[in-house]
Structures are given as structure tokens and as C-alpha cells.
């Protein structure tokens, strides 16, 4: 990966070389001199990189007073230079490049400038370039209307025949006229001579680069983001660090989610390239970052950077990875509809005809028939397998791998478990709870007169 800033220089105006133009072109900078020597990296602001507020204060320092001309002000060559936000659809370019362009194409640079000045200078330019489209532009700009215009020029040529624009175009201006003509005209001269209506101090490009013309808006820069493999979201093999520089040292400080593979990746990455630390968090000269950018695939911002405002350090965090202990529970439900008793005693061979009460009464039955059915398997395993029940409900409870193939298995397991509970909590085959009888226990079950609540945990 290359990065870029921006060179910045004045050279002589083609039309007043007493006068200088701001010029600007990209040029490729050492990640090395971007944070230790403070270069603007312009191609790595991130996302936007007006965020990083390079126009306003670059707008802001040429605005400053002590770098205009005040005198300037009455004919309007003191203007104030507005940042470029917003450019067409198709001109991607930062609000800080077209600002630039902004400048050296409106603004004149000058040690000293004062209007009588500008004029002298004004008049020499428009003299050793006269033709006819000047006489024509500046007998426009200092006469309104044909009749003023026509006579302007019959003043000195009484005889000659002007009857509309198109005689007076027809004309051969730059040889009927000259420049004392329009001696007097000097906001006229002015327009016609300068390409820019706007004047700064030289100094106030001084301070904004380094001996080499880069633009720099600081001394140094301490924090950027560097995010490797980019283009490999999908199968989380990208790593995102946050970075800080300290004196001549990176402390790399990596965004990690729960995946094994992208973890996997970081600490191959951190003990290729570490000088010291760990496999995820580790240091580096930045001398180094540059081997970095030139070996890896890489994308690198620096979207923390605000020149006019102080912001809060970078900060990585890491996902843990989940581990936790199965919750084991019971997804009973109570019955309410009398398809759901004829169900449980049709699976079963019993008898689904009768009213609700009946075959309450009917299912209770069976259930007590067949939990004294079932009672060995379960204490058996409860045996071998010891839980504690927790009072906080799992919504989604991972379900106890028992009489799978029994319609009623959740209500078996919550009547095996209730009456099993010691101080409501062990689960504890050698304790039983024989103050209610296993029908009646169903039947409050079925009907939601009780529930097992909690989850359970294996210890």
C-alpha cells in the first residue's frame, strides 16, 4: 500500500510574475514521516476525509490577519477564502484538495502589495498585450450602454460612422485606441490584467510545510487504524488494529470478534512482524509499519485526526469467546384444549370420550401409571448424573436426553423432579416427597394448579 500527501509551492504568475500562484500535486509520503514529522496523509482519512477538518484549518490560517492586505479591502482584493465542501457527484476529492485548487486559481501570493501597485502593474501587463478584444473588454467595463460607448470613440474620431454593435466591432479597436485612453480607469485595468481578484501574505503558507513543501498540520501524528486483509470479511480472516505511536514506537492493539480463524490469523501476524509483547497486542518501530504496507494487504486510515479539536485515543476491544454451563429444563406446558388430553390417552390406548373433567381425571391416571412405569430409568440416571436446580428460567433449555420416545416425557420428568427435590434444590433420588400422591400431582400439573420452575445444572 502507497500513501500519499500533498506537495505545496508558489511560483510566478504567467501574466504578473511579481505576483505568485499556489500550486499543489499529490505525492507519495513514508508512513515514517506521517507520524513523526506530522505529513497530512490525504489518501488515508478514512471514509471521508473532511472529518479531519485539513480545509478548515487550512482556510483558517490564510484567513488569519496577520497574512491579508487590509488596504485592499475598499476594492475588494481582501476576500475571504471559503472552504470547497461540496463538489459535483462525480469529484471525489476532499473538501482540503479542491480548496486548494480553490486558491491557486483565485489567489495571488505577494510579500508587499499596495493598489497603487496592483495598478502600475496592471497597466504594464494590459500595454505589452494590447489587441482588440482588450480595447473592446475595457471600453465595455468603463462605459454602460451603446450611446456612451459610441461616443467615447466619436470623441476621438468625430467622422467615423457608428450606427450599432456591429460597427463598433468592426472596428479596429487596438489601433483607434491605447492604453492612455483608459488611463483613468483603473478598476477596469485591474480586471482585465489580474487572473485572481484576491491577495495573501507569502507567510501565510509558512508553518503549513516542511523544508520539503509537504503539507503538515501538525508536528506529529500519535494514532491511525490499520486493518489487514481488508477485503476479507467473510470468512473473518481481517484483523483491525488500533495503533498508537509513543516516541518512535507502535503499540498495535487488535479488534477481535469470537472467531477462532481470525485469532488464529492474529498471532501469526503479531510473531511475524513484533519486536516485543504478546500474539495479539504487541510493539514495533515505526520504522517497521512501512514494511508492513509494502508486504501485507492492508488498509490504513487515520480516522481519529481532527486538526481543530482534541478527541479521545483509539481503543480495541475483544469479543470473548462463549463458554458456559448447559441448562438443562422442562418445556411443559399445561394441557387446555380436550385435543390435547384425547392426544396424550389415544397414544396410549386409552378411552378419549367424556367431558374435560373426565378426561382430567382420566390422563391423571394415566400419567401416575406410567411414571411407576418409568421411575427406575429415571433414578437410575439421576443416580449416576447429579443437578442442582437454580431458580432463574432458561428461555431455551437445553432438554434432558430421557424418554425420548414418551408422549408425555416433560410431565414424567417434572413429577419424577418434584417429588425428588431436596431443600428444593438437590436433586437427590434417595429423598422422596410422598405428601402428595403421583395422580394427584399429575392432575395439578395438567391443569396448572403447579409447575416446575427454574433450570437445572449439572455438578
Known amino acids: 500500500m502507497k500513501l500519499y500527501g500533498l506537495k505545496v509551492w508558489l511560483e ?75 463538489g459535483s457527484f462525480h469529484d471525489k476529492r476532499t473538501a482540503l484538495a479542491r480548496t ?3 486558491v491557486g486559481h483565485g489567489v495571488y501570493f505577494a510579500d508587499e502589495v499596495n493598489y497603487d501597485r496592483i495598478v502600475k502593474l496592471a497597466r504594464k501587463y494590459v500595454s505589452s498585450h494590447w489587441s482588440h478584444e ?62 485572481c481578484r484576491n491577495f495573501r501574505k507569502v507567510s501565510a503558507l ?27 470479511t467473510h470468512d473473518c480472516g481481517q484483523v483491525k488494529y488500533s495503533c498508537g505511536v509513543s516516541g518512535n514506537t507502535v503499540h498495535f492493539e487488535p479488534e477481535l470478534v469470537a472467531s477462532a480463524s481470525q485469532r488464529k490469523f492474529a498471532r501469526a501476524f503479531g510473531r511475524e512482524y513484533r519486536t516485543t509483547g504478546g500474539d495479539y497486542c504487541f510493539t514495533m518501530p515505526v520504522t517497521q509499519v512501512q514494511e508492513i504496507l509494502e508486504h501485507e494487504e492492508v488498509a490504513l486510515r487515520f480516522n481519529n485526526v481532527r486538526y481543530l479539536q482534541r478527541l479521545n485515543p483509539l481503543h480495541s476491544t475483544a469479543r470473548l469467546r462463549k463458554e458456559q454451563i448447559p441448562r438443562f429444563g422442562i418445556s411443559w406446558r ?19 370420550s367424556g367431558r374435560k373433567s373426565e378426561l382430567i381425571k382420566r390422563t391423571s391416571k394415566l400419567a401416575a401409571e406410567r411414571y411407576a412405569a418409568v421411575v427406575p430409568v429415571l433414578s437410575e440416571w439421576f ?77
Open 334 to 352: 399445561k394441557m387446555e384444549t380436550l385435543d390435547q388430553f384425547r392426544d396424550a390417552l389415544r397414544t396410549h390406548g386409552w378411552k378419549i
Open 383 to 459: 443416580s449416576d448424573q447429579r443437578y442442582v436446580r437454580v431458580p432463574n428460567t432458561q428461555r431455551f433449555p437445553t432438554l434432558f436426553p430421557l424418554l425420548e420416545d414418551e408422549p408425555l416425557q416433560n410431565l414424567l420428568l417434572s413429577m419424577f423432579l418434584m417429588r425428588h427435590l431436596r431443600g428444593n434444590t438437590v436433586v437427590d433420588v434417595n429423598h422422596e416427597n410422598q405428601s402428595v400422591q403421583p395422580e394427584d400431582m399429575a392432575e395439578a400439573l395438567l391443569v396448572g394448579k403447579t409447575e416446575l420452575k427454574g433450570c437445572f445444572l449439572k455438578v
Open 206 to 232: 509558512r508553518g503549513l510545510t516542511d523544508e520539503r513543501h509537504r503539507l503538515r498540520f501538525r508536528d506529529r501524528i500519535d494514532w491511525f487504524e490499520l486493518v489487514v486483509n481488508p477485503s476479507r
Open 12 to 86: 510566478p504568475d504567467h501574466r504578473i510574475p511579481a505576483f505568485s500562484r499556489l500550486g499543489y500535486e499529490r505525492i507519495e509520503v513514508p508512513i515514517e514521516d506521517v507520524l513523526l514529522k506530522g505529513i497530512h496523509p490525504e489518501s488515508a482519512m478514512g471514509v471521508s476525509g473532511d472529518f479531519c477538518q485539513a480545509a478548515e484549518l487550512f482556510a483558517k490560517r490564510i484567513n488569519d490577519g496577520e497574512h491579508r492586505f487590509d488596504a485592499l479591502s475598499v476594492q475588494h482584493l481582501n476576500a475571504e477564502i471559503i472552504v470547497s465542501q461540496q
Open 134 to 195: 482588450r480595447a473592446w473588454n475595457l471600453l465595455r467595463s468603463s462605459r454602460s450602454g451603446f450611446s456612451e460607448l459610441r461616443a467615447f470613440i466619436k470623441q476621438k474620431y468625430p467622422k467615423l460612422k457608428i450606427g450599432s454593435y456591429d460597427d463598433m466591432n468592426d472596428l479596429d479597436l487596438a489601433n483607434l485606441l491605447s492604453v492612455g485612453d483608459f488611463m483613468d480607469e483603473e478598476q477596469s485595468l485591474v480586471l482585465e490584467a489580474l487572473s
Open 100 to 102: 486548494l485548487e480553490q
